[in-house]
């Protein structure tokens, strides 16, 4: 079955250190994004991607880290400047960033919380 | 004003009552609309695409008001398995993506 495949799907940091939160999708998806969700508030957009080997900051990419280099991966790093990493972490994607009426799909997320 | 506003909640509803929610938008450019539902500690899945001359799946309905920026999703005969937090999502021109706070709901037996 065609999908987003998020790990893991929880994951702890210790103060200072780097962690990567693994996102795949076999969807044949050109667009990716990333958003962080905290409790009780709405989603917010960290980066995102229209193509492989391009990506772009949303509106918190402070702290944080992508790299596009399959189609089918979009790897995102927190880092240790990031000094409120503890939050709900969302994968999506679309057949493309341009795709007007098609909705994004989501990953079942990642749970990151500090030592 | 923020870009996506939707009611605040919480609604809590017996079962079987009809619920409404409200979601407005900023941008007189946004191009198209989504209802998704978010169950607790998951991911937001789609409920449903939103057109300009309202669209209904079931016992969910849902309805776009280009002039006055406005989106609606009306659920009839609500079951305990609608409870959730009902994201409204609005894209631009621009293929900007915009998700709002969310309403919850609680359906009560």
């Known amino acids: 079955d065609g999908g987003i495949t998020q790990s893991p799907k929880y994951l702890f940091r210790k103060e200072g250190q780097n962690v990567t939160l693994s996102c795949e999708q076999n969807?044949?998806?050109?667009?990716m994004y990333w958003y962080r969700q905290d409790p009780g508030q709405g989603l917010r957009l960290i980066y995102y991607?229209?193509?492989?080997?391009?990506?772009q900051k949303g509106d918190i990419a402070e702290g944080y880290s992508v790299s596009r280099e399959k189609k089918e991966s979009f790897p995102l790093t927190v880092t240790s400047a990031q000094k409120n990493p503890t939050a709900f972490y969302l994968c999506?994607?679309?057949?493309?960033?341009?795709?007007?009426?098609?909705?994004?799909?989501f990953g079942d997320g990642t749970r990151l919380s500090i030592l | 004003r923020k870009e996506v506003e939707q009611d605040p909640g919480p609604f809590n509803v017996p079962e079987g009552a009809t619920v409404a929610f409200n979601c407005t938008y900023s941008?007189?450019?946004?191009?198209?609309f989504f209802w998704y539902r978010q169950d607790c500690r998951k991911e937001p899945k789609l409920l449903m695409s939103?057109?300009?001359s309202g669209n209904e799946d079931g016992r969910f309905t849902a309805q776009l008001n280009r002039a006055s920026q406005y989106i609606s999703l009306l659920i009839r005969d609500s079951k305990l398995s609608d409870s959730a937090t009902y994201l409204c999502?609005?894209?631009?021109?621009?293929?900007?993506?915009?998700f709002g706070p969310g309403t919850s709901l609680s359906v009560i037996p």
């Open positions: 999506a994607s679309s057949p493309s960033y341009d795709s007007g009426y098609q909705p994004q799909h």
């Open positions: 941008n007189s450019a946004s191009q198209s």
């Open positions: 999502v609005v894209k631009t021109s621009y293929d900007k993506v915009i």
């Open positions: 969807l044949n998806h050109d667009a």
């Open positions: 939103v057109y300009s």
């Open positions: 991607s229209q193509i492989v080997n391009d990506f």
